[in-house]
């Protein structure tokens, strides 16, 4: 059965408790968009915040930790986030893997960290401009992705409910210019074919892939309407209500329409 569109805001490392309005803003229009599963990530310290307000919308983190606990001063770990009322966490996103070295190796043992945590994660990946250039982004983000993955065994029978993929070219990251349609429907079903290969038929091609870069609510419609996108991951654009919303509603029209 196709799961429901999924539309993630990443916050980043924006947001103070006066943010908490846009918060509520999101939540109670979503209330109006049940066809469309509405998430936001905010910063660590307004996961409970949120939490505590939000009737509809998901909560999530950005990170956790790849152990369990221990002596990792100023760290957090799925548990924790889990017991602020995180439902999911973003793992493996360019930005931590560029600004804090986190390799294809640490990615899957937070992911497994995270599901044994009973957390779902969005696992992203994603190459450079320079890697796009010289033609191999394909191979590479297949080979990024299938190193990161917490390994099939350890997956959950429930892989493609826990488990979901995000394609963020970094180039398109806060540029302003997505990814054009050709490229996300080509590095897509590139990404399905893996997903099949590594979770089996019943479950790889359920779970979804989500496309990340300059999302706004003017390109969301045609993004969210190509082959094999099952949702957005936004930064800049999920930070106010109106905005985010534009993007939800773009899923929301295409549920209605199909
Ligand atoms: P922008 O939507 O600001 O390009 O950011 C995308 C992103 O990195 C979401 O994780």
């Known amino acids: 059965m196709a799961q429901r569109p999924y539309i993630v805001g990443n916050w980043k490392m924006h947001g103070t408790r006066a943010m908490l309005s846009e918060a509520r803003a999101i939540d109670r229009a979503a209330q ?33 930790h790849h152990e369990a606990e221990g002596a990792f001063t100023g760290d957090i770990s799925a548990a924790m986030i889990a017991d602020a009322g995180a439902k999911f966490v973003i793992l493996g996103h360019s930005e931590r893997r560029e600004a804090h070295g986190e390799t294809d190796a640490l990615v899957r043992a937070k992911a497994e ?52 993929v995000a394609y963020e070219p970094i180039w398109a990251i806060g540029s302003g210019n997505a990814a054009t349609i050709a490229d996300i429907v080509e590095m897509h079903a590139a990404i399905r074919a893996l997903l099949i290969d590594l979770y089996g038929e019943e479950q790889g091609s359920e779970v979804r892939i989500l496309y990340g870069g300059s999302v706004k609510p003017e390109n969301a419609s045609e993004i969210l309407t190509a082959p094999e996108v099952g949702g957005a991951l936004v930064g800049g654009a999920s930070l106010t209500a109106d905005s985010f919303m534009g993007i939800a509603l773009a899923a929301a029209v295409e549920t209605e329409d199909s």
């Open 32 to 64: 109006r968009h049940m066809k469309v599963e509405v998430a936001i990530a905010p910063p660590f310290t307004l996961i409970h915040p949120v939490h505590r307000e939000a009737e509809q919308i998901g909560v999530g983190a950005q990170d956790c």
């Open 113 to 164: 960290t995270a599901l044994a945590a009973g957390l779902r994660i969005i696992l992203c990946c994603g190459e450079s401009a320079k890697t796009r250039d010289s033609g191999k982004a394909v191979a590479f983000v297949r080979k990024q992705l299938k190193a990161s993955l917490p390994e099939p065994d350890q997956a959950f029978e429930d892989a493609s409910e826990r488990i979901t």
